[in-house]
C-alpha cells in the first residue's frame, strides 16, 4: 500500500491570502521595519489587499529597495521614511509625510524590534536599555503619535502590536525583550480600554517561531540553529509561514475583526502550551514503552 505522508492532507491555507480582494481600497497603513522580514510580508499583502503603504525603519536605502519591490509585485503605492522609532520627533515625521502622502491613516503595525540572546549579568545597563528603547518605546511613541493625530481629526483608527509568546510567559536569555513586550502587551490592553470610545482599537499577535534573516540571524546564530531547532518544539512540527501572520493581521486591522479590541492573539502552532504542560515531553515514549507503562500504570492499582 502507498505511504502518504500527513504533510501532504495539510490545507494550503498557509500560503494563500484570506480576505476580499480591495479589503483595504482606500485605507493607509504604517507598518514599523516593514522593510524586511515580518514586516515587509504583512506589508505586501495590505498591498494586495488595496491598501497605500507606509514602511519606516532606520535603514532608507533597505526601505527604497523592499518599496521599489512591493510596487513591482503588487501595484500598490509605498512611502518608505527613515525613522528611528525610540525618536518622538522622528516618528511625528513619518506621520506628516505620510498624511501628506495619503490624506489619511487607517492603520499602525508596531512591528519595529531589538533583540539579541545573552546570559542577563553579561548585559550592560545600555544594552537593556537599547532594547526597551527601541520595543516598548517605539511602541508607545508610534502609538502617541497616531492616538493623538486619531482622537484630534475624530476618526477612527487600529493599532496592532506584534509582541511575542514569551511576553506572558517571560523567558530567560531574552530578558530586555520579554520585559519590553511585556509592557507591550500591558499597552495594548490599556489603550484598548482608554480608547476605544475613540472607536481606536488596538490588539496584538503574540508569534512563535516564524524564519526571518532578522530573528534567526541575532536569536539562533552560527549552529545554535541546528541544535535548537525551533520546530522540534512545536506540536505541528513546523514553523510558521509569512502569510499566516499576515493573515492574521490583515483581519485584525480590517472592519472584519470590528468588536476585537484589547485581545492578543498567539499564532505559534502551540509551542508555548508544549512548553507549559508538565507531560508534553512523554512524545518520546514509543508504542512499545507504552505497552510497558501500561501493564505497571495498571498492576499498581491495587498496591
Ligand atoms: C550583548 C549587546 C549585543 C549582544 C549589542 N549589545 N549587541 N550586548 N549581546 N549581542 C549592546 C552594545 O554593546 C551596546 O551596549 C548596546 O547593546 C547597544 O548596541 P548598539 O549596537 O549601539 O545598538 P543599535 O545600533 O541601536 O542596535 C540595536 C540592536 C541590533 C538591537 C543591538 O541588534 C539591531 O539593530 N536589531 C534590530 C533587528 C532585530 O534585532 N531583529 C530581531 C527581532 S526578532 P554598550 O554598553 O556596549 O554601549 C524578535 C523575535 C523574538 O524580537 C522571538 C523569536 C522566536
Ligand atoms: P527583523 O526583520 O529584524 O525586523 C525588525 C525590524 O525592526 C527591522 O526592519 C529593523 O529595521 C526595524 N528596527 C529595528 N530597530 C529599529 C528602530 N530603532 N527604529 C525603527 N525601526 C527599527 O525581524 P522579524 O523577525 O521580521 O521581526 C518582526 C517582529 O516580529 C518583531 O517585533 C519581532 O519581535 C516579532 N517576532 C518575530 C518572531 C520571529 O520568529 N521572526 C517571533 C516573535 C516575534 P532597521 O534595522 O532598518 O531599523
Known sequence: ???TNINDALP???????????AFKGKTIIVTGGGTGLGKAMGTYFLKLGANLVITSRKLDVLQKTATEMEAETGGKVLAVACDVRNYNEVENVLQQALDTFGTLHALVNNAAGNFISPTERLSANAFSTIIDIVLKGSVNCSLAL????????TPGNILNIITTYASTGSGYVVPSACAKGGVLAMTRSLAAEWGHHQIRTNAIAPGPFPTKGAWERLLPGEM???FDFKNRVPLKRVGKHQEIANLAAYLISDYSGYINGDVIT??????LQGAGQFNGLEIVTDEMWDGIEQMTRSAKGS
Open 1 to 3: 500500500m502507498q505511504q
Open 12 to 22: 494550503d491555507s498557509g500560503d494563500n491570502g484570506m480576505l476580499r480582494d480591495n
Open 147 to 154: 492616538g493623538k493625530h486619531w482622537i484630534k481629526e475624530k
Open 225 to 227: 540553529a541546528a541544535k
Open 267 to 272: 499564532i505559534d502552532g502551540g509551542e508555548w
